[in-house]
């Protein structure tokens, strides 16, 4: 029994070894491994550009029979009198509104067109989408002046299983890189140094937490 005691404790020596090592590396594989974004990186001189299934109301001046309202159609064109198949997407509501002159000229004296965007939500590139554990995972237009918490707001928080301040930012207006945000810290814990500017074509990877 005396020379069983050691080989039991070398045994519990490795089995605590075993238990630290994995602590370890787990412990690791929670680190942020991405710095935090800048808190204010706002874009003051972006400007809404025109998605699919934005509605457009076109008003040309002198003739309210060529005004109306218009769907931006899933290939980005739009159809309209004396106008037809007009590439929409990506164009800012003054850009389609001078490419409409140009079409209309054709067949009216001196154009004036006036374009108002009605149910926006901006092209796939320019949107917010947020996955993994928020409570509303969904993809979002980009707002002026948008930031964390304004989006945490729409999608309504994240899940109790969420690790939120683990959670990803991918950039691509910065070439995809990366950021680790602190979501758990803005939302349950109210610290207002958690919140960040939003850019458009921000993702938002929620991951769920291990334990």
Same mark, same amino acid.
């Not at 959670?167 to 691509?172: A, E, P």
């Given at each position: 029994m005396r020379g069983?005691?050691?080989g039991v404790m070398r045994r519990l020596v490795l089995w605590a070894a075993g238990i630290a090592a994995s602590a370890a590396l787990i412990g690791c594989s929670l680190t942020p491994?991405? !710095?935090p974004p800048p808190t204010f990186a706002a874009t003051p001189d972006w400007r809404y550009v025109i998605g699919t299934g934005d509605s457009v109301s076109v008003?040309?001046?002198r003739n309210p029979?060529?005004?109306m309202g218009v769907p931006v159609r899933p290939d980005g064109r739009l159809t309209m009198p004396l106008v037809e198949d007009l590439m929409a997407l990506g164009r800012t509501p003054t850009e389609l509104a001078r490419d409409i002159e140009k079409e209309l000229a054709k067949y009216v004296r001196? !154009?004036?067109v006036t374009v108002i965007v009605s149910g926006a939500s901006g092209p796939f590139t320019e949107q917010i989408r947020i996955l993994g554990e928020a409570t509303r995972p969904q993809a979002i237009p980009y707002r002026q002046d948008m930031t964390l918490l304004d989006l945490m707001i729409v999608v309504g928080g994240i899940t109790d299983?969420?690790?939120g301040n683990r959670?990803?930012?991918?950039?691509?207006a910065e070439q995809g890189k990366m950021y680790t945000l602190r979501i758990n810290d803005l939302?349950?814990?109210g610290d207002i140094s958690a919140n960040v500017d939003l850019k458009p074509g921000d993702i938002l990877i929620i991951p769920q937490s291990w334990f």
């Open positions: 069983a005691i050691p491994k991405h !710095p008003m040309v001046w029979e060529l005004s001196d !154009p004036m299983f969420a690790d959670t990803v930012l991918v950039r691509g939302v349950k814990r």
